[in-house]
Every structure is written in structure tokens, then in C-alpha cells.
């Protein structure tokens, strides 16, 4: 058994991925908040100026285009928060990234501690360059998450997944989340586009021995019921949403994403899918 399978099975069936999970919590959703590095990346007003000025619609193609790098508080905003008992995290995903070695280890011991129901390794943000050594950083996870309790995901690139996801493998981690945005000349490329790419790494893992023990989150250019039940007869035990909630509507009520968390919760009772 590897590690974080057993609790990510509490996962709900449909999730709210970062950063849209830090102030979005429809019913029905796991929230993953973040993602969060050691130190703050800017205050309020610079995330918020680097959205407005780095982030792209492509209305023809159903993309879009950002560079906003990873900007948020640090993960001592989250301590803080739930010490003063005024966050919950026992129901969420906490995001995070290192930028070495002893940053990954730090993030991950102190995201464990905070007892979510799972810690996400955002490995793969192509705004921020990329990790070398991903072998040190799944054993250092693996090595504190040995106690159980707290979940592990791993969330993949589109493209050239497969020897990241044979490390973690190779480490004993279980949960992915595919896929991350598609590095392109202007930042993270997200929406229509990824779908061909996130069913190709659905089907590369299905094939994998260590399929029955893992928990598969799939997310990418899911912006209608269509598009969970397509993922899910892949094999996704969970669905993400992401660019879909890029719109203010969502801060006031979530009428406009009822049938995507209908259809995610139906399939999730139909013993058909598979």
C-alpha cells in the first residue's frame, strides 16, 4: 500500500483546484487551497495587478494563457489561520512548492502538521522553472507522510509526465493529479487545450500496475457535465475545476457550475463507470 491512498479516498468526487480553492468551497467540492511556498511572494495588490496584467482569454480556442507565477501569503498564513481557529484544513488539499531540496522537505512537514486531508505537490508549474531532483523530493514526502493520516498528490505536467510519475511511484506515493497548465511562450496555457493531454496521461496510468492502488484527480478544460463524465470513464476517481471558476459570478453563489457538481456526484453512483 502507498502512501496517502487510503485517505485520499475522502476525497469528494469533484475538486476546486488552486488557487481558486483559498475563497471558493461549492458544496460537494474538496477545496485545495494554495499553493503556498516557505516565504510570501508578494503582497495583495502585486497578485492581484500580475493577474490583471498576465492573464489571457482566448475565446477561439477555449484557453487561457497566465503568468502569475505562484504569487501568495506562504505557508505561515495557513498556520496562522488555523491556530487562531479561523481556517479548517481537515477537508481540504493544501498546495505547495519548494525551490529546493530543503524547501520541499519544510513545506511538506509543515503542511502535514496542519492535519489536512492532503498535502499536493505542485511539482510541475511552469511559471516557476522546473524541479530537478524529483527522487529527493518524493522520499522526503514519503518519509513524512509514513505515519499516515494525511494524503499525498502529486500533481503532474502535460507533457513528459511519465518519468515524474515513475519516481513517485518508485517512492510509494499514490495520488496525481493530472495535469498542471502547458508551459507556451506567454506562462501556463489551461482550458480546451489540455484535454487531449490530461486523457493521454489518464490512459498512460491506467496502464500501470500500481493502478488499483492509486487516487487520480483529473482536471483540465473541464467547463461542462460533458467534460467530468469523459474524465471519469477514464478511470479519474475525482474531477478538478479550475479556469471555469476564473469569473467573479463564483464569489456570490455557484448556480453556474450546478450541473458540472451534479453530474460529478452521479457518476460517482453509477457502477457503470469505470
Known amino acids: 500500500m502507498g502512501y496517502g491512498e487510503g485517505v485520499l479516498s475522502d476525497l469528494k468526487p469533484l475538486v476546486v483546484s488552486a488557487p481558486f480553492g483559498n475563497y471558493l468551497h461549492p458544496a460537494g467540492a474538496t477545496a485545495t487551497m494554495g499553493t503556498f511556498t516557505v516565504m510570501r511572494r508578494g503582497g495583495i495588490a502585486a497578485r492581484v495587478w500580475r493577474v490583471i496584467k498576465t492573464v489571457r482569454y482566448?475565446?477561439?480556442?477555449g484557453a487561457w494563457v497566465n503568468r502569475i507565477g505562484l504569487r501568495n501569503p506562504g505557508i505561515g498564513w495557513v498556520?496562522?489561520?488555523?491556530?487562531?481557529?479561523?481556517?479548517?484544513?481537515s477537508d481540504k488539499l493544501i498546495s505547495v512548492h519548494g525551490f529546493d531540496g530543503g524547501q520541499w522537505r519544510e513545506l511538506v512537514e509543515r503542511a502535514a502538521a496542519l492535519r489536512p486531508l492532503g498535502v499536493e505537490l505542485n511539482m510541475s508549474c511552469p511559471n516557476?522553472?522546473?524541479?530537478?531532483?524529483?527522487?529527493?523530493?518524493?522520499e522526503s514526502a514519503a518519509e513524512v507522510f509514513a505515519?499516515?493520516?494525511?494524503?499525498?498528490?502529486?500533481?503532474?505536467?502535460?507533457?513528459?509526465?511519465q518519468a515524474m510519475a515513475e519516481a513517485a511511484l518508485g517512492a510509494g506515493l499514490r495520488g496525481f493529479h493530472a495535469c498542471n497548465t502547458l508551459p507556451v511562450p506567454g506562462g501556463?496555457?489551461?482550458g480546451r487545450p489540455l484535454r487531449p493531454l490530461v486523457e493521454g496521461c489518464l490512459r498512460w496510468l491506467n496502464d500501470r500496475p500500481e493502478r488499483g492502488e492509486m487516487t487520480v484527480i483529473a482536471g483540465g478544460g473541464v467547463g461542462k457535465s460533458a467534460d467530468v463524465r469523459a474524465y471519469r470513464a477514464l478511470g479519474a476517481e475525482s474531477v478538478a475545476l479550475g479556469t471555469k471558476?476564473?469569473?467573479p459570478r463564483y464569489l456570490f453563489?455557484?448556480?453556474?457550475?450546478?450541473?458540472?457538481?451534479?453530474?460529478a456526484w452521479e457518476e460517482m453512483e453509477d457502477e457503470t463507470v469505470i
Open 58 to 61: 482566448y475565446r477561439g480556442a
Open 79 to 89: 498556520e496562522k489561520k488555523v491556530a487562531a481557529g479561523k481556517l479548517d484544513v
Open 128 to 138: 516557476v522553472g522546473e524541479v530537478v531532483d524529483w527522487q529527493e523530493v518524493f
Open 147 to 161: 505515519g499516515g493520516g494525511v494524503g499525498v498528490v502529486v500533481k503532474l505536467p502535460p507533457v513528459r509526465y
Open 188 to 190: 501556463g496555457l489551461s
Open 245 to 247: 471558476l476564473m469569473h
Open 253 to 263: 453563489g455557484y448556480g453556474g457550475i450546478a450541473e458540472i457538481v451534479a453530474a
